[in-house]
T-cell receptor, first 113, second 112 residues
């Protein structure tokens, strides 16, 4: 596709369940980023990948959060044992090079009930 | 990352220039200034970035002061569709690049 694609666009899950959020970056983009945005709040950095490696995981809020990227393309953000405070819009972005612009997807709206 | 300071909100009349200021007094020599905007319910959109020279593209102009401690984003002819939250970010690139730190931004409202 032409842009960053995220799926699902909306996810409602029960507290305690695991969820997987998927990001398809723009083809050829080596850098991929995950952010989350709680209602009415700014964007919170979670993690970024350069190729398949994640140099900086310090933004992950707890050990319930993990992310991987395979083949230098698709990335999956996994949240285990979801809590209500995990409810937010999870945004993915990719960029061609480290000093260039980052293109954002439309996000996955996660609601934990 | 250097901290940025932006006014929480601004208004602009349609068709007029919108000038959005940003202070980044602790910016380092290798840090770039980036501007993004977020229209309601959408992902952020890149606008422009620069290091020390003024930059212009089809969306906007970026004016960076000589001491690099502040900058101004200029939308030359604002339209209603430019109503959004505008974020000013400084980032050094390299291993810290991905950690674009978004502050609260400036809510720009363009009115008829």
């Amino acid at each position: 596709g032409a842009g960053v694609s995220q799926s699902p666009s909306n996810k409602v899950t029960e507290k305690g369940k695991d969820v997987e959020l998927r990001c398809d970056p723009i083809s050829g983009h080596t850098a991929l980023y995950w952010y989350r945005q709680s209602l009415g709040q700014g964007l919170e950095f979670l993690i970024y990948f350069q190729g398949n490696s994640a140099p900086d995981k310090s933004g992950l809020p707890s050990d319930r959060f993990s992310a991987e990227r395979t083949g230098g393309s698709v990335s999956t953000l996994t949240i285990q044992r979801t809590q209500q405070e995990d409810s937010a819009v999870y945004l993915c972005a990719s960029s061609l090079m480290i000093y260039g612009e980052a293109f954002f997807g439309q996000g996955t709206r996660l609601t934990v009930v | 990352d250097a901290k940025t300071t932006q006014p929480p909100s601004m208004d602009c009349a349609e068709g007029r220039a919108a000038n959005l200021p940003c202070n980044h007094s602790t910016i380092s020599g290798n840090e770039y200034v980036y501007w993004y905007r977020q229209i309601h319910s959408q992902g952020p959109q890149y606008i422009i970035h620069g290091l020390k020279n003024n930059e212009t593209n089809e969306m906007a102009s970026l004016i960076i002061t000589e001491d690099r401690k502040s900058s101004t984003l200029i939308l030359p002819h604002a339209t209603l569709r430019d109503t959004a939250v505008y974020y000013c970010i400084v980032n050094a690139g390299g291993t810290s690049y991905g950690k674009l730190t978004f502050g609260q931004g400036t809510i720009l409202t363009v009115h008829p």
